[in-house]
């Protein structure tokens, strides 16, 4: 059941995902967020929408006694200036409480991503002719060639698929459409998969949806794939070469990134691949492959201090 809000939440979070187009996960969080605020207040008698910039500081203070980590401190933060100033866009409010609000300094950390062996281990365990082995395997491979996020992916219809230049169409954020180019083994991958002795055999005697009919990747009981359940794919097949424990949701993105920096492409290039709209998010990976570099040359270069003189 979702937590009842305020008008003025319901409005917010309705403009937010119209007008703004956020995904499913993020209404869910930013609802989350809104509903302990307003949780808060009303045990406190303090009416959301007239709340003042101390009452506002008291509630994130008992959040961090709480030991709340900084990234959730930070989306607190944002979710509740994002809805004051809405009220006073729409003329609810006539003074916004959070201009003052101060957000915890967040790391810049490295993305996770597996090293090429790891990668090529973890695709090529996933073997057998099974309808299920060849969905995995095609789902994997794609994660892995395109780069995409796992929501991306399982979100992939059949018309998203273009025979003609070999690119894939896929939604990002806030519904915004790229293209991406497959590689010779993902577009075998998906092809297996799409043959009579893959996707066919999972197709329900009736169709629950319309969206289940287009369907890239199906679930055993011919439904479209969710997120959770691709990530259960990933995990399970991770776990069967002792990998899970450096598995992530994004890791096959993470690696994608990763691993065409390292061998030349321009970042230009991956920031278009990955769906970044800020290249700065992209420079990350520019930071992980200095760093492989730097190791690298410290373990082969003879007066790099990873041999001792002879």
């Not at 794939?225 to 097949?237: D, F, I, P």
């Not at 700065?280 to 492989?292: F, G, K």
Request: net charge neutral; charged share 25%.
């Amino acid at each position: 059941m979702r937590a009842a809000l305020s008008d003025g939440a319901e409005e917010y979070l309705s403009w937010l995902a119209v007008e703004r187009g956020r995904s499913q996960n993020t209404l869910v969080a930013y609802r989350r967020d809104l509903a302990a605020w307003e949780a808060w207040a009303a045990e406190a008698g303090i009416d959301p929408p007239g709340a003042s910039a101390g009452d506002l500081e008291r509630y994130l203070d008992g959040l961090r006694a709480a030991g709340r980590t900084p990234a959730s401190m930070a989306r607190t933060i944002t979710t509740l200036r994002g809805v004051y100033r809405f009220l006073v866009d729409e003329g609810s409010l006539q003074a916004d409480p959070t201009l003052d609000l101060q957000s915890p300094r967040m790391p810049r950390r490295l993305p996770k991503a597996l090293d090429e062996a790891q990668t090529a281990r973890l695709l090529d365990s996933v073997t057998g002719d099974g309808p299920f082995d060849l969905r995995d395997r095609a789902l994997l491979e794609l994660l892995y060639a395109t780069g995409a996020r796992i929501s991306e992916i399982v979100g992939l219809s059949l018309l998203d698929l273009r025979d003609d230049d070999g690119l894939l169409r896929v939604f990002g954020k806030g519904s915004k459409e790229r293209l991406v180019p497959l590689g010779s083994v993902a577009r075998h991958a998906v092809d297996a998969w799409l043959s009579p002795l893959g996707r066919p055999l999972v197709v329900p005697d009736r169709w629950a949806s319309r969206d289940d009919e287009e369907a890239v990747f199906l679930n055993r009981r011919g439904a479209r794939l969710s997120r959770q359940g691709a990530w259960a794919v990933l995990k399970r097949r991770a776990d069967r070469v002792g990998l899970a424990a450096v598995v992530s949701p994004h890791v096959l993105r993470h690696s994608c990134a990763s691993h065409m920096l390292a061998h030349g492409a321009d970042i230009r290039i991956v920031q278009e691949l990955l769906g970044h709209a800020s290249i700065t998010t992209t420079q990350l990976y520019t930071r992980l492959s200095a760093e492989h570099l730097r190791a690298s040359y410290e373990l082969a270069h003879p007066r790099a201090g990873g041999h001792q003189a002879r």
